[in-house]
């Protein structure tokens, strides 16, 4: 079974350059959830849907960041203009999410997309 | 709120000998669960076990336990025999009945086994 699918794998951009990472969830995930991991700041929630709608964007730290998820199968996270400090991996991971209080629902995390932004 | 604290930033293990990755939480919610990831140096999340805020008994998967103390509001991962491919590092997380289904992560121990 095809996990969840992130591209590309690495990334490296020019400060003010528009980045857009992909993100394909697992087949009949209802959940998504964008992370960004730093050395600094360890793993971050950025945005997650349910559904297809965004639930919370607390996360998105500025207006640069923006997420979409036009359907089911399909999420971009970008980032415009892009600047050295958003240098990070980012993670996108899914989850079945039959429903919005099940605790015991793991996440399932892509490879990751390694971000460099000189 | 939520908050996750893993206060060992590095780790050494003797190959073979177990290990025990200390963690705590903190939550209102009396529903919640908790998870621990290993991230290897490629840099994948893979999952290793969960436990329940209601289940009777500590979780084990193989290796694998998790020392679950509610009250003290701690969730300490025991890896027994551990193998050199342990080396990694290790997240505890949280999710609680009012998150929707976000987790929460600590910040991570790095374990290394030394042959």
């Known amino acids: 079974d095809a996990g969840v699918i992130q591209s590309p794998r690495h990334e490296v951009t020019e400060m003010g350059q528009e980045v857009t990472l992909r993100c394909k969830p697992i087949?009949?995930?209802?959940?998504l959830f964008w992370y960004r991991q730093t050395m600094m700041r360890g793993l971050e929630l950025l945005i997650y849907?349910?559904?297809?709608?965004?639930?919370?964007d607390s996360g998105m730290p500025e207006d640069r960041f923006s997420a979409k998820m036009p359907n089911a199968s399909f999420s971009t996270l970008k980032i415009q203009p892009s600047e050295p400090r958003d240098s990070a991996v980012y993670f996108c991971?899914?989850?079945?999410?039959?429903?919005?209080?099940?605790?015991?629902?793991?996440?399932?995390f892509g490879s990751g997309t390694q971000l460099s932004v000189l | 709120a939520q908050k996750i604290t893993q206060t060992q930033p590095g780790m050494f293990v003797q190959e073979k000998e177990a290990v025990t990755l200390d963690c705590t939480y903190d939550t209102s919610d009396p529903s919640y669960g908790l998870f621990w990831y290993k991230q290897p140096s490629s840099g994948e999340m893979i999952f290793l076990i969960y436990?329940?805020?209601?289940?009777?008994q500590n979780a084990t998967e193989g290796r694998y336990s998790l020392n679950f103390q509610k009250a003290r509001k701690s969730a300490n991962l025991v890896i027994s025999a551990s193998q050199l491919g342990d080396s990694a590092m290790y997240f505890c997380a949280m999710r609680d009945g009012g998150s929707q289904g976000n987790l929460i992560f600590g910040k991570g121990t790095k374990l290394s086994v030394k042959p």
């Open positions: 849907f349910n559904n297809n709608v965004p639930i919370d």
């Open positions: 436990q329940g805020s209601y289940d009777q």
């Open positions: 087949s009949g995930h209802n959940s």
């Open positions: 991971a899914s989850r079945p999410g039959q429903g919005l209080r099940t605790a015991n629902e793991k996440l399932f």
